[in-house]
């Protein structure tokens, strides 16, 4: 049972530059999160899939996109990088409305 | 939108020593959960605290919930390095078509020094 895993762990971009960045749980949770965490701001929600087939914005979804492939997979992909989207990613789920459980993250430079 | 003000931002003490962090909001939660975060990895739940006045113990971690759900403290006794990290908490909103979603506060960073 490995819980939240994301892929890659490290990512290095150069501006324009397009990636995606994998997250998938084996918890058979409903509800997925991608968030950013930048020093000083906390994590902030990027966009969120509350069941498979929806997905929604949350706070900061300028220059994102997801996909929810299906009850276990929601990725986030980044078209065109950019410098201010230099960050740590985190991929979190939960059940319903309860405990969200985090991955390890990813780290992710964009010069 | 519900905002969580999280004070100190930065907290460096002695081992041994005894510190409380809060959680602050104007608006009222039906329950808070704090996190702690290890340089490296992803936030873990350390508690959810849901009733107004409710104090919730986790060895040398105390939590409280304010009587009027709007905010939350947690303290340490006897801090020992294995507590550094980053304290997070979270309160939670919900919208149509069963959505929920965690507001965080921005966290307060603990070092304890040995």
């Known amino acids: 049972n490995a819980g939240v895993t994301q892929t890659p762990k490290f990512q290095v971009l150069k501006t324009g530059q397009s990636m995606t960045l994998q997250c998938a749980q084996d918890?058979?949770?409903?509800?997925m999160y991608w968030y950013r965490q930048d020093p000083g701001m906390g994590l902030r929600l990027i966009y969120y899939?509350?069941?498979?087939?929806?997905?929604d914005k949350g706070e900061v979804p300028n220059g994102y996109n997801v996909s929810r492939l299906n009850k276990r997979e929601f990725s986030l992909r980044l078209e065109s990088a950019a410098p201010s989207q230099t960050s740590v990613y985190f991929c979190a789920s939960t059940p319903w409305a309860d405990t969200q459980y985090f991955g390890p993250g990813t780290r992710l430079t964009v010069l | 939108t519900q905002l969580l003000e999280q004070s100190p931002q930065f907290l460096s003490i002695q081992e041994g020593e005894n510190l409380t962090v809060y959680c602050n909001s104007s608006s009222v939660f039906s329950s808070l959960q704090w996190y702690r975060q290890e340089p490296g990895e992803g936030p873990v739940l350390l508690v959810t605290v849901v009733t107004g006045g409710e104090v919730k113990k986790l060895k040398r971690l105390t939590f409280q919930f304010g009587d009027a759900r709007k905010d939350s403290s947690l303290h340490i006794t006897a801090a020992q390095p294995g507590d550094t990290g980053l304290y997070l908490c979270a309160g939670p909103s919900y919208s149509g078509a069963g959505s929920y979603q965690l507001t965080f506060g921005k966290g307060t960073k603990l070092s304890v020094i040995p």
């Open positions: 918890m058979n949770h409903n509800s």
């Open positions: 899939s509350a069941s498979e087939g929806t997905t």
